[in-house]
Nanobody, 125 residues
Framework: VQLQASGGGLVQAGGSLRLSCAAS????????MGWFRQAPGAEREFVAA??????????DYADSVKGRFFISRDYAKSTLSLQMNGLKPEDTAVYYC?????????????????WGHGTLVTVSS
């Protein structure tokens, strides 16, 4: 499975950005797609995750982004998106999309076996 994230950039506080992740390869239909982020000097942290199977409606968010970020996926197009609204300077980080081939809830980076190169999001105050 190959993942390619895009859509990062520089935005002022309160602004919005939309990240996209294109998936290719054998993703199957039962896995989970997620977004993580890593700020300078910090560990990689969970942002959001969504079941890859359109029949399963599970979505999880980190408390820090609930109500501001929205994850979605287009299974037919093998794409994952993250709409980020109300951005704050503390959202500044490199954002990574990730995939795990097994279902279930997980906010742990180590549970995801496939990672894309990150895309930088910078929020100015």
């Amino acid at each position: 499975v190959q993942l390619q994230a895009s859509g990062g950039g520089l935005v002022q506080a309160g602004g919005s950005l939309r990240l996209s992740c294109a998936a290719s390869g054998r993703t199957g239909s039962n896995g989970v797609m997620g977004w993580f982020r890593q700020a300078p000097g910090a560990e990689r942290e969970f942002v959001a995750a969504i079941s890859w199977n359109w029949n399963v409606g599970r979505i999880d968010y980190a408390d820090s982004v609930k109500g501001r970020f929205f994850i979605s996926r287009d299974y037919a197009k093998s794409t994952l998106s993250l709409q980020m609204n109300g951005l704050k300077p503390e959202d500044t980080a490199v954002y990574y999309c990730a995939f795990r081939s097994t279902p279930g809830r997980s906010t742990t980076a180590g549970d995801y076996g496939y990672w894309g190169h990150g895309t930088l999001v910078t929020v100015s105050s």
